[in-house]
T-cell receptor
Framework: IAGITQAPTSQILAAGRRMTLRCTQD?????MYWYRQDLGLGLRLIHY???????GKGEVPDGYSVSRANTDDFPLTLASAVPSQTSVYFC?????????????FGEGSRLTVL | AQSVSQHNHHVILSEAASLELGCNYS??????LFWYVQYPGQHLQLLLK??????LVKGIKGFEAEFIKSKFSFNLRKPSVQWSDTAEYFC????????????FGKGTTLSVSS
């Protein structure tokens, strides 16, 4: 079944640890995004990639890094996790970067940093 | 900076009541507009979208939204809500300009009692 796979679905992490959230899509969409969802704040864009080999910063990029070595994978790394990074993280894709904007979302990864 | 405002934080309705959720955005140019829904424990799904043409758009499950350009608004409506409409609703705006990302409102929680 075509779609977006995020892993892990849930993780508890000690502060200071490194963590990578994985996102894989099989829809051959060019653009990929990472959002975090926090109560009362909605969804905020962390990083995005318009196409393989390129990445950009979103609204809240600090403490996070991404890479886009190929079309299908877009991992999000927390180099040294802090409690304020406790959140639900959603990976999303779009068929093309540009003016359309419709996003398709993964199931989310719930991260708790203690 | 562009922003999206959803006026209602939490709306509580009885089944069969009518629904209207407000959404306003700040961007002077052409935009694409979206409403996403997130059912409890699930990821975001597209409810409806507006790109151009008839400003009254119909989505899934009996929802509709009206784009009023002069008011920078894209309010979501449903004549008669059901218990299964209990969810969080997000308005999102995509400036019709390459290099811009989808901007989400903070969300409105709808609780429908049976």
């Amino acid at each position: 079944i075509a779609g977006i796979t995020q892993a892990p679905t849930s993780q508890i992490l000690a502060a200071g640890r490194r963590m990578t959230l994985r996102c894989t899509q099989d829809m051959r969409h060019n653009a990929m995004y990472w959002y975090r969802q926090d109560l009362g704040l909605g969804l905020r864009l962390i990083h995005y990639s318009n196409t393989a080999g390129t990445t950009g910063k979103g609204e809240v990029p600090d403490g996070y890094s991404v890479s886009r070595a190929n079309t299908d994978d877009f991992p999000l790394t927390l180099a040294s996790a802090v409690p304020s990074q406790t959140s639900v993280y959603f990976c999303a894709t779009s068929p093309e970067e540009g003016v359309v904007g419709e996003l398709f979302f993964g199931e989310g990864s719930r991260l708790t940093v203690l | 900076a562009q922003s999206v405002s959803q006026h209602n934080h939490h709306v509580i309705l009885s089944e069969a009541a009518s629904l209207e959720l407000g959404c306003n955005y700040s961007y002077g140019g052409t935009v694409n507009l979206f409403w996403y829904v997130q059912y409890p424990g699930q990821h975001l799904q597209l409810l409806l979208k507006y790109f151009s043409g008839d400003p009254l758009v119909k989505g899934i499950k009996g929802f509709e939204a009206e784009f009023i350009k002069s008011k920078f608004s894209f309010n979501l409506r449903k004549p008669s809500v059901q218990w299964s409409d209990t969810a969080e609703y997000f308005c999102a705006v995509k400036p019709n300009q390459a290099g811009t990302a989808l901007i989400f409102g903070k969300g409105t929680t709808l609780s429908v009692s049976s």
